[in-house]
């Protein structure tokens, strides 16, 4: 079992940065491959980014390639999003998740990035952009 509390989120105008942590229980961190998450009121839960277990791979929505990064530090159990040249369209709740294994393996894609292929969530935090 593993439990997900994310931090981080707030108000900023756009074109500002935010840095998102996700903080996990569990002393096999290491071995999941950790997703963010979007999700605006009446909408589906849109795929962010994910890096899996080494971070030696990482993988963007083309919404934000290029603005946003992944990383993840597995001696203090955590994964970050960082949010640079912020959108009044990246306004959300942000949802970490966490899938034991990598891409390509128990049923995953490489791209692993539906939410049905995560087993275990956050809570969300919120990040509104201003304009």
């Known amino acids: 079992q593993v439990q997900l509390v994310e931090s981080g989120g707030g108000l900023v105008e756009a074109g500002g940065s935010l840095r998102l942590s996700c903080a996990a229980s569990g002393r096999t961190f290491s071995m999941y491959t950790m997703g963010w998450f979007r999700q605006t009121p009446g909408k589906e839960r849109d795929f962010v980014a994910r890096?899996?277990?080494?971070?030696?791979?990482?993988y963007y929505a083309d919404s934000v390639k290029g603005r946003f990064t992944i990383s993840r530090d597995n001696a203090k159990n955590t994964v970050y999003l960082q949010m640079n040249s912020l959108k009044p369209e990246d306004t959300a709740v942000y949802y970490c998740a966490a899938k034991k294994g990598g891409p390509g393996q128990r049923g995953s894609s490489w791209y692993m990035s539906m939410p049905g292929e995560y087993d275990y969530w956050g809570q969300g935090t919120q990040v509104t952009v201003s304009s």
């Open positions: 890096i899996i277990w080494s971070g030696g791979s990482t």
